[in-house]
């Protein structure tokens, strides 16, 4: 990709997996980025989920590890709780299907990571790096 100059190198990959099932949001990457891990948790305030810290792994051919390998901070935010809908989570399997998604959390997902991208953006550290000019 031809990218402008200024995001040739990204400040963050937030890895959304197994996403809309469960009963609870997981917030994984705490303990080797804590200040994004905190972002999220703190976009993650009001939401009515419970939501839960993990640890980030880099397990083979993950989304995100190739970021990790290159220094750029990465936050996992998966759902929680092992439960579909219609039983027990079957994602990632030819048995997953609709009746799993529970529409409460990945509607708290989707606000979770709104916010979470919106603050990281904004922060004045990211316009620096960026060269870029927020308004005050």
Same mark, same amino acid.
């Given at each position: 990709?031809?990218?402008?100059?200024?995001?040739?190198?990204p400040?963050?990959?937030?890895?959304?997996?197994?996403?809309?099932?469960?009963?609870?949001?997981?917030i994984?990457?705490?303990?080797?980025?804590?200040d994004?891990?905190?972002? /999220? /948790? /703190? /976009?993650?305030?009001?939401?009515?989920?419970?939501?839960?810290?993990?640890?980030?792994?880099?397990?083979?051919?993950?989304?995100?590890?190739?970021?990790?390998?290159?220094?750029?901070?990465?936050?996992g935010?998966?759902?929680?709780?092992?439960?579909?809908?219609?039983?027990?989570?079957?994602?990632?399997t030819?048995?997953?299907?609709?009746?799993?998604?529970?529409?409460?959390?990945a509607?708290?997902?989707?606000?979770?990571?709104?916010?979470?991208?919106?603050q990281?953006?904004?922060?004045?550290?990211?316009?620096?790096?960026?060269?870029?000019?927020?308004?005050?």
């Amino acid at each position: 990709a031809n990218l402008p100059r200024q995001l040739q190198r990204p400040i963050a990959m937030i890895n959304l997996d197994m996403t809309g099932v469960g009963d609870s949001i997981r917030i994984s990457g705490g303990e080797k980025y804590p200040d994004l891990a905190s972002t /999220a /948790a /703190a /976009a993650g305030e009001g939401l009515g989920t419970k939501i839960l810290r993990g640890e980030l792994t880099i397990p083979p051919n993950s989304d995100y590890g190739p970021f990790m390998e290159r220094g750029i901070p990465v936050l996992g935010i998966t759902s929680a709780g092992g439960r579909g809908q219609g039983g027990p989570m079957r994602g990632h399997t030819p048995r997953a299907t609709m009746d799993q998604i529970n529409p409460e959390i990945a509607a708290a997902i989707a606000r979770l990571l709104f916010g979470t991208a919106w603050q990281v953006a904004n922060r004045k550290e990211t316009a620096k790096s960026l060269n870029l000019h927020l308004p005050a």
